[in-house]
């Protein structure tokens, strides 16, 4: 059964109108990803929330009269509110109140498939009902399912804070000892110096597309926000044959909660571990070169804005004026994922960009040396291989790595 919505949102000094219309779309879409539908839109310019209720009294007065008029089933507001703001509104309205972060938590809370990925939701839920237990029992009596009480919200809610607190160690344990797990498999790619390239970008850009057009592997793919929630590696092959690996990971979004970004903290990690990033954008949004700016923001919090990025303007079929991108002095492409070539040329600008964080080397090696050959062959990008059989050795030209083990056999061959 679908739920009707009414969405209210404020609009603060320090935010153009053109983003705050942005963060209302996108909370319409968060709806629509929880199948809801929005009954009514109420907007407020204020100075600054009012401390009691978000919005002014007159405001409470207008969305509880659209209540009436609409038959909606929620309230939700375009903004974190504090516990007391929660509690507040709860008494005055007729119906269930929450707040972006509960919804986009409940998105979560619906996606997660992986063992890791349910105790990080869960984990991040609780960390926001925790101050927000007090004086719930009018809100309590009306906590009977569907939007915002997905995962462990619906039940966590009725228990006391000591049980919480306990649960809450208990998860950070389990995500302690699955998140070493993770770390020994990073572990074991660095051993094999295996090169990752990871898509980021924000919610809904069509990096799952991407990763199936790129490697083959069939992946979960509708447009809908935060349809990929657990990080998903798959290899694929550049144009030279050389395999690297390529990972989807979470999407941003403005406002992503705080509580997300502790608890998936480890998953955003695999971002860090990358060679070289995809910023994939969907260049057909009009907001896209502001996700743009929210996604490399958020990538410089994670510490990763150091790593070399290829920026991906999907969607490039669907843009009609493409001017008001910005230049950026990394790589970029223009492209349509359901075009062969567009892959295609992508793939090519990958190599060529990985191809500039490492060294070129040519060398001599013997026919008889079949073990440094197949080593230079297994652990290189090898461009050329030239078999010169008068002189009995195979003349190979080629990029490698600038850490890895095989640089010690290619100096003894080196032309």
Do not use: W
Not at 220 to 227: D, H, P
Not at 243 to 254: E, K, M, N, R, S
Not at 267 to 289: F, N
Not at 340 to 362: P, R
């Amino acid at each position: 059964m679908t739920e009707r919505v009414i969405i209210v949102g404020c609009r603060f000094p320090q935010m153009s109108q053109k983003q705050f219309h942005m963060t209302m779309e996108e909370l319409k879409a968060l709806v629509h990803t929880v199948q809801g539908e929005v009954a009514a839109e109420i907007v407020q310019a204020r100075e600054k929330p009012d401390p009691a209720t978000y919005v002014g009294k007159g405001k409470v007065t207008e969305i509880m009269e659209a209540v009436h008029s609409g038959e909606a089933d929620l309230v939700v507001f375009n903004d974190e509110l504090s516990p007391g703001q929660v509690r507040n509104l709860d008494q005055e309205m007729e119906i269930r109140v929450i707040d972006r972060t509960q919804l986009i938590l409940d998105i979560f809370a619906e996606r997660a498939k992986t063992k890791e990925g349910n105790i990080q939701v869960e984990l991040a839920q609780l960390s926001y009902l925790l101050p927000r237990l007090a004086g719930r029992g009018e809100a309590l009596s009306r906590l009977g399912g569907g939007i915002g009480t997905r995962g462990p919200g619906e039940t966590k809610l009725e228990t006391d804070r000591r049980y919480i607190l306990k649960r809450m160690d208990d998860l950070k344990k389990q995500l302690a000892d699955v998140t070493s797990h993770r770390e020994s498999y990073r572990e074991q790619r660095r051993k094999n110096n295996t090169v990752q390239f990871a898509l980021v970008g924000y919610t809904n850009a069509g990096k799952s597309t991407l990763l199936t057009k790129l490697s083959g592997a069939e992946t979960f793919q509708e447009n809908l926000l935060f349809a990929t929630l657990d990080p998903l590696t798959r290899q694929m092959t550049l144009p030279s044959g050389y395999p690297v690996l390529l990972t989807d990971t979470v999407g941003f979004i403005q406002h992503l909660p705080t509580t997300l970004i502790a608890a998936f903290r480890s998953t955003l990690e695999e971002v860090k571990e990358a060679d070289v990033l995809l910023h994939i954008v969907d260049a057909s949004h009009p907001e896209a070169v502001s996700q743009m700016e929210t996604v490399d923001k958020l990538l410089k919090e994670l510490g990763a804005d150091s790593i070399p990025v290829v920026t991906v303007l999907n969607k490039a079929d669907r843009l009609e004026d493409s001017s008001f991108f910005p230049e950026v002095v990394r790589p970029m492409i223009y492209l349509s994922a359901f075009k062969e070539e567009d892959i295609e040329a992508l793939k090519e600008l990958m190599e060529s960009t990985l191809k500039s964080q490492m060294n070129y080397y040519h060398v001599k090696i013997p026919v008889e040396d079949g073990k440094s050959l197949a080593e230079v062959q297994r652990g290189t990008m090898v461009e050329q291989e030239q078999l010169i059989e008068n002189e009995h050795y195979f003349e190979m030209r080629g990029y490698v790595l600038r850490d890895h083990p095989v640089n010690g056999t290619l100096r003894h061959f080196t032309y």
